[in-house]
């Protein structure tokens, strides 16, 4: 089995170490890149993805201060996700991990995406699907939103997004029946749900 494989089955069945997360986070958006690429990364926390980008990487999220102590966040631009200080046509690329279900005001935040995006600018989501929000939920004592993919493919639409895709865990998802099994471990077994769209 190949590494790529290897990383994607990975993120669908378990819970994935930091090293692991990176790979599986760069083997989703190598494909999305284009030379001299413009880059947002949105809640970028410790910017963990900034060395994976040989073009313009911004780190945006909306504190600089640390998580912890000796666990710094390394934040370009402070800036709420709903109201991000950048014109029309910024970037080629924006995506966002594990942060977009922490933004309170989630249907300003894809309009936001979709107007500094260049046309044809690609938004990547992954955000925790259900089953890793009702683990944090035990874990922090509260409720916290959660998607399935027709909802955030829902809310894209009202922010003018085309062509929304959802991307499988999985890699090697080309027929129906492995497309609908990939569907079900996202949702249920797994840790993300990935989602893309289009300006
Ligand atoms: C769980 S961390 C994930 C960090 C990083 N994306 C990663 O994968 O390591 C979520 C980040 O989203 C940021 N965040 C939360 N609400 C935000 C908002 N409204 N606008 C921008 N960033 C936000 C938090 O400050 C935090 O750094």
């Given at each position: 089995m190949g590494r790529n494989t290897r990383t994607v089955i990975q993120g669908c069945v378990t819970r994935m170490n930091k090293k692991e997360r990176l790979s599986f986070v760069e083997y989703h958006l190598k494909e999305l890149l284009v030379p001299e690429c413009r880059v947002l990364d949105l809640g970028?926390?410790?910017?963990?993805?900034?060395?994976?980008?040989?073009w313009i990487y911004v780190g945006l999220d909306?504190?600089?201060?640390?998580?912890?102590d000796g666990f710094p966040r390394d934040v370009n631009v402070v800036a709420s996700g709903s109201k991000l200080p950048f014109a029309e046509g910024s970037f080629n690329l924006i995506f966002s991990v594990a942060a977009f279900y922490q933004m309170p005001d989630s249907e300003m935040v894809l309009k936001e995406c979709h107007r500094i995006l260049k046309p044809g600018g690609q938004l990547l989501l992954f955000d925790y699907n259900r089953r890793t929000q009702r683990l944090l939920e035990k874990k922090e004592g509260h409720r916290l939103p959660c998607w399935n993919y027709w909802q955030l493919k829902r809310l894209f639409q009202k922010a003018?997004?085309?062509?929304i895709q959802w991307r499988s865990?999985?890699?090697?998802?080309?027929?129906l029946f492995q497309q609908a099994i990939s569907y079900w471990m996202s949702e249920w077994r797994g840790q993300w749900l990935i989602i893309k769209g289009n300006k």
């Open positions: 970028c926390g410790t910017a963990q993805y900034r060395d994976s980008f040989k909306i504190t600089s201060l640390p998580y912890s003018y997004f085309k062509n865990a999985v890699a090697a998802s080309r027929t």
